[in-house]
C-alpha cells in the first residue's frame, strides 16, 4: 500500500521558519510530480507548491519567495517544503500529495495524513 508519511509540522511564531517532509514509500518517486496542498478552517482545500518529476514547480501567489519547495530522486523518496516569514494566514492542515498518469491514461493519486502548522505568538 502506497504510504505518504509527514513530518516536522508544529506550533511556530510569526516570521518564523518550518521545514516540512514527506516520505514516500512503494511508489516509483521519481514518476511522480509531488505537492503540497493546505487547508485551513472552514475553507477549501487549496495548492500551496509543486514539483515534477523533472523538478519544474509552480507556487502559489500566496508563498512565491517564502517557500521552497524540492525533491531528490536519486537519493530518497522524500520531497520537502521550506516554510520561511511565516504568518498567521499560513495556518492550516497541510497534506502531501503524490501523482502520476501513466501513459494509457489512468491517474494515480495519494495523500499523506495532514499535519497541523499553526503561526501564532
Known amino acids: 500500500q502506497v504510504q505518504l508519511v509527514e513530518s516536522g509540522g508544529g506550533l511556530v511564531q510569526p516570521g518564523g521558519s518550518l521545514r516540512r517532509s514527506c516520505a514516500a514509500s512503494?511508489?516509483?518517486?521519481?514518476?511522480?510530480?509531488m505537492g503540497w496542498y493546505r487547508q485551513a478552517p472552514g475553507k477549501q482545500r487549496e495548492l500551496v507548491a509543486t514539483?515534477?518529476?523533472?523538478?519544474?514547480?509552480?507556487y502559489a501567489d500566496f508563498v512565491k519567495g517564502r517557500f521552497t519547495i524540492s525533491r531528490d530522486n536519486a537519493k530518497n523518496t522524500v520531497v520537502y517544503l521550506q516554510m520561511n516569514s511565516l504568518n498567521a494566514e499560513d495556518t492550516a492542515v497541510y497534506y502531501c500529495?503524490?501523482?502520476?498518469?501513466?501513459?494509457?491514461?489512468?491517474?494515480?493519486?495519494?495523500w499523506g495524513q495532514g499535519t497541523q502548522v499553526t503561526v501564532s505568538s
Open positions: 500529495y503524490a501523482g502520476f498518469t501513466a501513459d494509457w491514461g489512468k491517474k494515480y493519486d495519494y
Open positions: 512503494r511508489i516509483i518517486f521519481s514518476n511522480y510530480a
Open positions: 514539483i515534477t518529476s523533472g523538478s519544474s514547480t509552480i
